[in-house]
Nanobody
Framework: QVQLVESGGGSVQAGGSLRLSCAASGYTYSSNCMGWFRQAPGKEREGVAAINSGGGTTSYADSVKGRFTISQGNAKSTVYLEMHSLKPEDTAMYYC?????????????????????WGQGTQVTVSS
């Protein structure tokens, strides 16, 4: 049974930083797309960043490029999201998700509907 457990959320002031972690278990694929998504109240869930665990290639939403960095641990069962220069509009519930890459999908797409496994989420609140 695949489990994804997020941690590291919290409340920070604008301009601050947070590091989110996602620990995956029960996932046996050698190459995975693992992504971070977020959902603010009243808004649709959106992709933030994703990483292909096989090659380490990364994808980012335009809104976070240059501020957020996705990475994976040595065992590739943990994924991190380093968030810097946080803005109030980054406030949301952040979710970790995983799936197998599609054929030839070197850079993982950020469409939430394509992801199979989801964590419970961790709240990030940025105050102005």
């Amino acid at each position: 049974q695949v489990q994804l457990v997020e941690s590291g959320g919290g409340s920070v002031q604008a301009g601050g930083s947070l590091r989110l972690s996602c620990a995956a278990s029960g996932y046996t694929y050698s190459s995975n797309c693992m992504g971070w998504f977020r959902q603010a109240p009243g808004k649709e869930r959106e992709g933030v960043a994703a990483i292909n665990s096989g090659g380490g290639t990364t994808s980012y939403a335009d809104s976070v490029k240059g501020r957020f960095t996705i990475s994976q641990g040595n065992a590739k069962s943990t994924v991190y999201l380093e968030m810097h220069s946080l803005k109030p509009e980054d406030t949301a519930m952040y979710y970790c998700a995983a799936r197998r890459p599609g054929p030839g999908e070197w850079w993982c797409r950020l469409h939430p509907s394509s992801y199979t496994y989801w964590g419970q989420g961790t709240q990030v609140t940025v105050s102005s």
